[in-house]
């Protein structure tokens, strides 16, 4: 993952300076810059005549344009504390021959604290998908050793191409996508086994990945289910909502009346995914 936070942009025209980072870590790397990975040395097409791209692409360069971006197949990505997730990402363009990508985070483009982070490989996997148009495919990684609690929510995707007349055109707010923490939920129904009619006590912890400590901890006054799948049936009903406490602890209690299952269930939120605890099976005497 290359991850920074100094822009200069593909045309040269924009400069940011470094990104602050608490002094605890300050040992991060987490400057960024737009990528060039067009440079000047690369042989113009046109000027080589050859104003056919090599996948097949034919529009000029006037028509270029960088037109659609997807990542994870347009469902948000998500990252824990520990090990480093790698997405899919493509993106489409016309009259183009090679597409770079990257993912940021930040009020703009220019902000000096916005964040970014490159496609992971130095070519991109291109074909052309008509006469005109070509999409890339290459990945991104969001490795949670580099990542803060602020940077979970909405993320642009923008990209550099490389048209078929040599020239560069960038586009740095192709689509949005969103990163999202991820999140644990726990359920123990008890006592185990129980009398019928006899209370039932549902304890539980919903969590989420904490960037800044690289641990879980508590997500704190949330709504969480309750749900109650009966032995042979196919599907949970709800029964109650809880509200999570300061540490993300929940606690309730019912009446028992037929074997099954008990468990848990967040709806998610913009910056923590759904999570549903496995069900725990109570005999119900």
């Given at each position: 993952m290359r991850i920074r936070a100094t822009v200069a942009a593909v045309s040269g025209a924009l400069a940011l300076s470094a990104l602050a980072v608490p002094a605890a870590q300050a040992e991060d790397d987490?400057?960024?810059?737009?990528?060039?990975?067009?440079?000047?040395?690369?042989?113009?097409?046109?000027?080589?005549?050859?104003?056919?791209?090599?996948f097949g692409a034919t529009a000029k360069?006037?028509?270029?344009?960088?037109?659609?971006?997807?990542?994870?197949?347009?469902?948000?990505?998500?990252?824990?504390?520990?090990?480093?997730?790698?997405?899919?990402?493509?993106?489409?363009?016309?009259?183009?021959?090679?597409?770079?990508?990257?993912?940021?985070?930040?009020s703009s483009?220019?902000?000096?604290?916005?964040?970014?982070i490159d496609q992971n490989e130095e070519a991109s996997d291109c074909t052309a998908v008509n006469a005109t148009t070509t999409t890339c495919k290459m990945t991104v990684t969001f490795d949670p050793a580099f990542l803060y609690n602020s940077d979970a929510g909405s993320w642009t995707i923008g990209a550099a191409a490389l048209t078929n007349d040599g020239e560069v055109i960038e586009?740095?707010?192709?689509?949005?996508?969103?990163?999202?923490?991820f999140s644990k939920l726990t359920v123990n129904a008890a006592p185990e086994p129980v009398k019928k009619g006899a209370t039932l006590t549902a304890t539980g912890k919903l969590t989420r990945a904490h960037w800044d400590t690289?641990?879980?901890?508590?997500?704190?006054?949330?709504?969480?289910?309750?749900q109650f799948r009966a032995k042979d049936a196919t599907s949970y009903t709800t029964v109650k909502t809880v509200t999570s406490s300061s540490t993300g602890a929940l606690k309730t209690t019912v009446k028992a009346s037929a074997d099954g299952y008990w468990r848990?269930?967040?709806?998610?939120?913009?910056?923590?995914?759904a999570v549903s605890a496995a069900g725990d099976f109570v005999d119900v005497k």
């Open positions: 987490r400057s960024w810059s737009v990528p060039q990975p067009f440079s000047a040395s690369q042989p113009a097409k046109a000027e080589s005549g050859k104003g056919k791209s090599s360069a006037g028509a270029a344009k960088i037109t659609a971006a997807v990542l994870n197949g347009g469902k948000p990505a998500v990252a824990g504390t520990k090990t480093p997730q790698t997405y899919s990402l493509s993106v489409t363009a016309t009259g183009v021959s090679d597409i770079y990508a990257f993912v940021w985070r930040g483009i220019d902000d000096p604290n916005s964040i970014g586009n740095y707010a192709v689509a949005k996508t969103s990163l999202q923490r690289n641990t879980y901890k508590g997500y704190t006054n949330q709504p969480v289910k309750l848990y269930s967040f709806a998610g939120t913009s910056t923590t995914p």
